[in-house]
């Protein structure tokens, strides 16, 4: 037994240490696991293209004030379009935003028909930040980026059956339609009713929280057109149709499309230049605008109240969305005009073609088809191009929130995290098992 004893006494520091060295190995894998400071780069862009055409992009950095609190920064950015070698084929710089981040467009070389990389590349704080997307250049390719918006049951458009006030005369068409796409509470939004040949007065009554004119309205080449405003989370009215004698002979109930806090756009275009005029509540102030070729993003701009103006993009039906800040989608106000084509058909024609081709998921627009078989008045041109696009101008493309330069870093640090966890673990056990040894020889030797 007295022989133990200084077997005992030279290892038991190392049997006291033991917890501590435990302990330094835990606030070793904590201090291991707490991530490096990456830039949180933001990159948004398309994810298919045409050969020869354009793409939109835009880019910021999400970091954080002395607070706490989120803030959006503008760092440099310039992008790059690579082919699977990794060759730069195209480059820009994007501009800064009049709102936030950076924006701009790459034009996308003619003849590609391939997968491509687009790089989107920063320096900040002296830290090379990069972003990578993929992009799918093909001809005729079309984007399947998702749209809708998403609203209750009580701001959904819901248009009811006509209802027959007079046996005596037959009513077949009252068709009311938002020209925005939506109306905004407490924002002014105009209704278009199209009537046709039909020898009709048009008249609202509010039902549910709509202000409008109580007087009817003497259809112009057979649309009539009301200036309302909804006041509350729903609208609802009712379109008469009304005899030169003011007798109602039928009338309609309409469920308006509501977007709480939302922007109410429209545009026009003359010439080489595209007028965008928007109401938004509060104050009125710079927007993001981005332009759309169907579903496909082509360019990312900003405007200002005091220069409400973008370059035309050329003949054809286009799009805008223009949103308060990136990350207001929903919100988003939608706007549709169409810029002369000398070789092609005329602006309500292309009109009709465009809205009957977004709409083959969703079933035919009578309108649509009138147009195209000739059998609307030219001088209605115009009031049937802003009733077209009431019903597409509802939907939203959605552009998301970007893709992050910490998407890829984030994943391999908690990949090496958990290595370090099984090493530590593994170092752990190891003391554990050798001390409990140490202490099992101490005892039996100790009998």
Not at 193 to 222: E, F, H, K
Not at 340 to 357: K, N, Q, Y
């Amino acid at each position: 037994m007295a022989k133990q004893e200084p077997q005992i006494n030279r290892f038991s520091w190392a049997i006291r240490a033991s917890p501590v060295l435990a302990a330094l190995i835990l606030a070793a894998l904590w201090i291991a696991g707490v991530p490096s400071p990456v830039p949180d780069l933001r990159f948004s862009a398309p994810v298919v293209a045409r050969p020869g055409s354009t793409v939109g992009l835009r880019a910021w950095q999400l970091d954080e004030d002395d607070e706490g609190y989120t803030v959006v920064d503008s760092p440099p950015v310039v992008v790059e379009l690579r082919n699977a070698a990794g060759m730069p084929l195209a480059r820009t710089e994007l501009r800064a935003s009049l709102v936030h981040g950076r924006e701009g467009e790459l034009s996308i070389p003619t003849g590609l028909d391939e997968t491509l990389s687009l790089v989107a590349l920063a320096d900040i704080d002296g830290q090379e930040v990069s972003v990578t997307r993929s992009l799918y250049v093909r001809g005729g390719i079309t984007s399947r980026l998702p749209s809708g918006r998403s609203v209750t049951a009580f701001q959904a458009y819901e248009l009811g059956p006509i209802r027959l006030l007079d046996s005596r005369r037959d009513v077949e068409l009252l068709d009311p339609r938002a020209e925005e796409g939506a109306c905004v509470p407490d924002l002014r939004c105009m209704l278009s009713v199209w009537v046709g040949d039909d020898d009709l007065r048009v008249r609202l009554r509010s039902i549910v929280g709509v202000q409008t004119d109580p007087d009817a309205v003497l259809p112009s080449n057979g649309f009539a057109r009301f200036p309302i405003v909804v006041s509350g989370t729903e609208g609802r009215i009712d379109v008469e149709g009304l005899d030169p004698n003011g007798a109602v002979l039928a009338a309609r109930e309409v469920r308006l499309p509501l977007v709480p806090g939302g922007i109410v756009a429209r545009a026009s275009a003359r010439a080489d230049r595209v007028h965008v005029d928007w109401q938004q509540l509060g104050e009125r102030g710079a927007v993001l605008v981005d332009v759309f070729e169907g579903r496909r993003w082509v360019r990312a701009l900003s405007l200002s109240p005091d220069d409400p103006y973008l370059s035309a993009p050329g003949p054809g039906v286009w799009r805008l969305q223009i949103r308060a800040d990136l990350f207001s989608d929903n919100t988003a106000g939608v706007t549709s005009f169409v810029v002369d084509d000398p070789a092609g058909p005329d602006r309500a024609r292309a009109a009709a073609a465009a809205v009957l081709e977004n709409a083959r998921r969703r079933g035919l627009d009578p309108l649509a088809l009138t147009i195209l078989d000739g059998a609307l008045p030219e001088a209605a041109g115009d009031d049937a191009i802003r009733a077209l696009f009431a019903v597409p101008n509802f939907e939203v493309v959605a552009l998301g929130s970007g893709m992050s330069s910490r998407l890829g870093v984030d994943e391999d640090l908690e990949l090496a995290q958990e290595r370090r966890r099984w090493q530590a673990a593994a170092v752990i056990l190891l003391i554990g098992v050798i001390v409990g040894a140490f202490l099992l020889r101490v005892e039996l030797a100790a009998r």
